[in-house]
T-cell receptor
Framework: NAGVMQNPRHLVRRRGQEARLRCSPMKGHSHVYWYRQLPEEGLKFMVYLQKENIIDESGMPKERFSAEFPKEGPSILRIQQVVRGDSAAYFC????????????FGSGTRLTVV | TQLLEQSPQFLSIQEGENLTVYCNSSSVFSSLQWYRQEPGEGPVLLVTVVTGGEVKKLKRLTFQFGDARKDSSLHITAAQTGDTGLYLCAGAKDQGAQKLVFGQGTRLTINP
């Protein structure tokens, strides 16, 4: 009974490199959400995807950040040319429907940019 | 601008005491959720409240949604060391909204 699986758990990147964060939703869940959490803060919404579609990307920075949820495989959050300010915990959640009442979060990926 | 304000931000009490954590907003939410987050882990859903004035109990935890659906509280009775963690409230602005707005969290420490 696997929950939401995120990998890697920890990721260290040098400034200017690319970071790829993966999220496999719970079985039967077709809605994926990405959130970012800075130290000692709550989570901030980034993007909401369904299979092959971006539904709401209102929380995504305009540059360097992109997300996808292909027909097969996990959802990917990609950050190009990382900067120190991208260091944070990135959480993925999934739900069986399009409303957040049934969110299940993964354990997150902690990105450190050095 | 923080849409959901949690108070207090930090709370440290002795085991056996009672406590209340608040989540306030000037905005109306169609539903509100409480999560608990352990260090190094993702948030875990505790409860969802959807009706103004609703009260839900989860063992020693009591959750209330304000009548106007702008605020919520979490009350813990006879706190235990296992209750230590970060408590987050999160709201959905509209019916059918797909994203949540989170408060900044209350860091609760229960001392033995």
């Amino acid at each position: 009974n696997a929950g939401v699986m995120q990998n890697p758990r920890h990721l260290v990147r040098r400034r200017g490199q690319e970071a790829r964060l993966r999220c496999s939703p719970m079985k039967g869940h077709s809605h994926v959400y990405w959130y970012r959490q800075l130290p000692e803060e709550g989570l901030k919404f980034m993007v909401y995807l369904q299979k092959e579609n971006i539904i709401d990307e209102s929380g995504m920075p305009k540059e360097r950040f992109s997300a996808e949820f292909p027909k097969e495989g996990p959802s990917i959050l990609r950050i190009q040319q990382v900067v120190r300010g991208d260091s944070a915990a990135y959480f993925c959640a999934s739900s069986p429907s399009g409303t957040p009442n049934g969110y299940t979060f993964g354990s997150g990926t902690r990105l450190t940019v050095v | 601008t923080q849409l959901l304000e949690q108070s207090p931000q930090f709370l440290s009490i002795q085991e056996g005491e009672n406590l209340t954590v608040y989540c306030n907003s000037s905005s109306v939410f169609s539903s509100l959720q409480w999560y608990r987050q352990e260090p190094g882990e993702g948030p875990v859903l505790l409860v969802t409240v959807v009706t103004g004035g609703e009260v839900k109990k989860l063992k020693r935890l009591t959750f209330q949604f304000g009548d106007a659906r702008k605020d919520s509280s979490l009350h813990i009775t006879a706190a235990q060391t296992g209750d230590t963690g970060l408590y987050l409230c999160a709201g959905a602005k509209d019916q059918g909204a797909q994203k949540l707005v989170f408060g900044q969290g209350t860091r609760l420490t229960i001392n033995p």
